[in-house]
């Protein structure tokens, strides 16, 4: 095998693959490193472990034909620095020695037996497909995964439900504590209904990838036990969490006592100075009164002092007082965008924010009950 | 008390004192906190520890006079985030209870009793003193300091060297493996000799806070068990160690097989690239081969492979083949600053590191027997 590679493009392929490549999750060695494939005039790197598989395709001369498996912790930093535009790849059949060379940068070492890595497989056909832009898919995956449990006793809170009707497509993912939930109109109907929940970390190795400077066509392919997600030169596969995500409507509350208008980021700076008390009080407890279109906040660190502030809202109903875990709103908060964000509450049940006439995305959090 | 202080102001004092009332390394409530006294029309704040002390003023308005001696971890973040260009400190002198206010936050919290701290003392008369800007103190301090051994079984090695001799002042550190050594002319001779050996990480303290946008006279003074050292308005003091620092001087080599110039960065990236692999290695290892005008570097990760690259050079002498452990390699190259640097070797000794034409700075690397 030769082949000749930009560094840029060698260097952007690596870091695609590269957190796959590098999961010691289990340890067959046949399930991790890479696979550089150089056969049918295309330079495909491909890395592939229990959980996601990807394959991309990368620029570049095919000398001469050839693939290689490697396992390199070294090799993406190695290259990156290297001092020369244009980066050699050479192996000898006769040996399993690879040769990196650029600039006055030579660099040999083993390669594995290509027989032994386990190659990511494309299916072009699942039982359904639909296609989005990268831009409002990454949306959809950042302002919802991120309040997926952390605790790994039930899986299915693990992960993000992707649910697809026709034109609709809904992302949610809760803790049982907390949940968000993002929905988006497909401009072409999917061709066929997608229950799938996808595993969090998994989603948000995704977005990480998905490209934004220019948004591209993402097309979504579901097979039975995965999910395949293909943009531009990449191709991505998602092991699926197996079990049955609740009928999330119905924790969506509806029925409120008040409705509060209020500066998103006026409200997020005062959230975050008493976080600063409040994440040494036990649950993190931060007590809100609400009245007299004012939101005052109280915490109490009991080692050290009690802190309180307030801001200025607009708001219909009663007086209200209730409490909630501090980096539960404050987590929620970073996915709010407008100037102005909704809180919808009801004493004692669970509150609802959403940016200001804004519906396709909303956040609940249940209350804490310290009285 | 009763005081109103600038929000930025507190900040930067209470930036400045943090790392001190921080310190958690003893367990005498009297030694940790802070002090936060207006009393004769000057608000002070300090912190004091066994290894330092500190002391800086604050403008501000005192409308009521008080002293208040406070630990909390929350204080310094809390005001950086007040929505209010002024703070408001208050204290009763009926309950312990100090009130911090700003914007329309209002902390609330309860304070030590002010005779548990123990002040810093300023002393204006030491055995001896000097005078020296704040750039030329830091630089002095940078390149030296990170030579120091980490490992506490030696103290001495811990510490860094002043060794002042009429206008002559030089900073020295050694680990025993690697040595750097940076010397000045002050303007005017100190008042008496100096040796002292100052903890090192005490140092990186004291380099963090010396003004370098504007040098500003530092006036340093010796106490039989401390170093003073004062600047605008920043009063801090230092523990030293006990003990005798070996002869540096005679460690220094004076005599070479081989002068050789190198472009400082493209020695650095090479290095680093070689590092790459080299960190893998056992101890480290970096074998260079300097020959032909060229220096040739190499290394081998046992587990995965090997590495060489090489940079050109001037050079005079024989060919030459020594081995050095690359992190001493690296970091001493991160405190050179010409565009090239001379390396002066001879076999099987100390090499000796040094930007080009400037002699008042030198770093000393031992080599790695490999054969």
Not at 336 to 361: A, T
Request: charged content about 25%.
């Amino acid at each position: 095998m030769k082949l000749r590679i930009q560094k840029n493009d060698f260097t952007q392929a690596l870091q695609s693959v590269q957190k796959v490549a590098a999961n010691k999750s289990n340890n067959l060695s046949s399930e991790n490193g890479l696979l550089i494939k150089a056969l049918n005039d295309v330079i495909e790197i491909q890395a592939n472990d229990y959980d996601m598989g990807i394959k991309t395709i990368v620029p570049g001369i095919i000398e001469e034909a050839g693939e290689v498996f490697l396992w390199d912790p070294h090799l993406s930093e190695l290259t990156r620095r290297i001092n020369s535009d244009e980066i050699i790849l050479t192996k000898n059949e006769s040996n399993s020695q690879m040769t990196i060379h650029g600039g006055k940068l030579t660099y040999r070492y083993v390669t594995m037996n290509t027989e032994d890595f386990n190659e990511v497989e494309v299916v072009e056909q699942g039982y359904a497909q639909f296609e989005i832009d990268s831009v409002t898919l990454k949306e959809l995956i950042d302002n919802t995964s991120y309040a997926c449990a952390t605790d790994t006793s039930r899986p299915v809170f693990t992960g993000t439900f992707m649910d697809v009707s026709e034109k609709s497509l809904s992302m949610v993912a809760t803790d049982t504590h907390r949940l968000a939930l993002k929905s988006t109109v497909l401009e072409q109907s999917a061709t066929d209904d997608i229950q799938a929940i996808i595993p969090s970390r998994l989603l948000t190795e995704v977005s990480r990838q998905l490209p934004t400077d220019v948004p591209v066509v993402v097309k979504v392919t579901a097979v039975r036990n995965y999910l395949a997600i293909q943009f531009g030169n990449v191709y991505m596969r998602t092991r699926l969490i197996e079990g049955i995500f609740p009928d999330y409507r119905r924790v969506i509350p509806t029925e409120f006592q008040n409705i509060i208008t209020v500066n998103r980021s006026e409200f997020t700076e005062a959230v975050e100075r008493i976080s600063i008390v409040a994440k040494d009080a036990q649950y993190n407890v931060i007590n809100f009164e609400i009245k007299n279109n004012q939101i005052k906040m109280t915490s109490q660190d009991p080692d050290h002092g009690t802190v309180e502030d307030s801001v200025e809202c607009n708001m219909s109903g009663e007086p209200l007082a209730i409490s909630f875990n501090g980096r539960f709103i404050l987590d929620l908060l970073r996915h709010c965008h407008k100037d102005e964000i909704f809180l919808k509450c009801r004493e004692n049940s669970p509150m609802l924010v959403q940016d200001k006439d804004q519906g396709n995305c909303v956040f609940v959090v249940t209350p804490m009950r310290t009285r």
